[in-house]
């Protein structure tokens, strides 16, 4: 059940997210969103999510380091970030709290 | 850009050649493939592009090609061509589609109302006669809405892109685009070269047939004077769509290469709005009247053991009209999309 919720992850926010430490190119992305959020982006994913994000100028891309384009958060994407992990802040508070009404039905 | 090359990693050993991979980046749209791809193919280089890789590739071509993003299109006019280039395919696919169901139905003689039957009770007649008469009205009247759509498209399509078609003639004849000029003119020739290729197998398959009288009923094995077999027939609506595809890439190729801009541009987008939304009228009532036949052949069918009819067992396929209801949704969907890009990209407030 666990690994089935990682299909709820949204690839958009986790290559922002994967972006906001510094400029990854595509297969650093791809590495950094497996190892640290536990999601596997394939390329399709990965580039359609790219090209929807820079056409939204949430992220730019740098010089080319030979076919190896590295991409790097703006402005408006890190607030666009900043926004969602608020959202997501409330949210997983909610849980927590709804969660600690009713004692033994999580396992600790 | 690099392309195809022999690729190899900081120690010089060779770099997989990702052929699947290829082939699915090879779907994506022209600007989409010359931003992206030689990053797609590095990140493959390094994580393996297996089959899954390339499937969730040619998956996402799909969106790439209906909402491509904006940020490849650095102006409205590079949108507009990109757009036109691709309703003029699906419009192809479109009308290579009308044809053959015109060809189906409306060409046979297909229209219910000329159905006589005789019944053993006069009870049974009339309510044969009431549960199929909605269905030939409904019939009628699509291939009615069917003819006037069509002309309409065509028209517009043929006289939108007229202006454009002769400005971009006239440039390639000056700046001598050899190139160019032909993919223009492709148009003009692949329907030509495909109708004298159609009507030549068509006379020799009859002459082969050796016989010019029609034989009522028709003899087993004997000629067919008023068309060809089914077999021949599903190679001449394939060479058809192959000529149709043809035709509208060479178009689509010289847009691409020549660049034109200015009013006659936005003349086409505009006038390929209106040709797409008649287009997707008449593949509506094309798709009406294919349902319509459908269930009046199913239900006369039902009927032949008590009612002594024409038989409309041809129209009864299901197969047939799943595959055709799909081609047309699809190849619609395409256009509709890329025409409103177009069109909207054509308005004097895009940006």
């Known amino acids: ?108 | 850009m690099s392309r195809d090359t022999d690729v190899r990693d900081a120690d010089g050993l060779p770099l997989p050649r990702l052929p699947l991979a290829r082939l699915a980046l090879g779907l994506y749209p022209p600007a989409w493939r010359d931003r992206y791809r030689d990053e797609v193919l590095a990140l493959l280089e390094e994580s393996g592009g297996g089959t899954r890789a390339a499937a969730s590739l040619a998956w996402h071509a799909v969106p790439a090609w209906i909402s491509p993003p904006r940020n490849l299109y650095a102006d409205r006019t590079a949108r507009m061509r990109a757009c036109l280039a691709t309703v003029l395919l699906a419009w192809s696919v479109l009308a290579g589609l009308s044809l053959v169901f015109a060809q189906l139905t409306q060409l046979q003689g297909a229209v219910p109302p000329i159905l006589t039957y005789a019944a053993p009770s006069v009870t049974l007649v009339r309510l044969t006669t009431l549960t199929l008469t909605p269905y030939t009205a409904i019939v009628t009247w699509s291939y009615h809405v069917f003819d006037a759509a069509l002309i309409v498209s065509a028209l517009a399509i043929g006289a939108g892109g007229l202006p454009l078609w002769l400005i971009m003639l006239r440039r390639a004849h000056r700046e001598h685009r050899r190139r160019d000029l032909a993919r223009l003119l492709m148009p003009l020739l692949v329907p030509t070269a495909y109708l004298l290729a159609l009507v030549i197998t068509v006379s020799l398959i009859r002459a082969a047939q050796g016989c010019r009288v029609a034989h009522d009923p028709p003899l087993v094995g004997a000629c067919q004077p008023n068309g060809v077999g089914p077999w021949w027939f599903l190679v001449f609506v394939l060479a058809g769509f192959a000529a149709a595809i043809t035709a509208a890439l060479g178009p689509a190729r010289a847009l691409r290469s020549m660049k034109p801009r200015g009013p006659a541009v936005r003349f086409a987008a505009r006038a390929a709005a209106l040709g797409v939304g008649s287009m997707l009228v008449a593949a509506l009532a094309s798709g009406t009247a294919a349902i319509s036949l459908y269930q009046f052949a199913r239900y006369t069918d039902s009927l032949r053991p008590w009612v002594d009819m024409q038989s409309f067992q041809q129209y009864g396929s299901t197969a047939t009209l799943v595959v055709y209801l799909g081609l047309v949704v699809a190849a619609a969907a395409v256009a509709a999309v890329s025409a409103s890009r177009a069109a909207g990209a054509a308005r004097p407030d895009s940006g």
Do not use: C, N
């Open chain 1, 1 to 108: 059940m666990t690994e089935r919720l990682d299909r709820w992850a949204d690839p958009p926010l986790l290559v922002l997210a994967s972006l906001a430490d510094g400029p990854k190119h595509g297969y650093a992305i791809t590495q950094d969103v497996e190892q640290t959020m536990g999601v596997r982006l394939s390329a399709g994913t990965l580039y359609a999510v790219i090209a929807r994000l820079e056409a939204r100028d949430l992220i730019e891309p740098l010089e080319a380091d030979d076919r190896r384009r590295p991409y790097r958060i703006t402005a408006a994407g890190a607030e666009a970030l900043a926004q969602q992990a608020e959202r997501m802040a409330s949210v997983t508070a909610l849980f927590r709290q709804r969660l600690s009404t009713r004692p033994g039905l999580v396992q600790p």
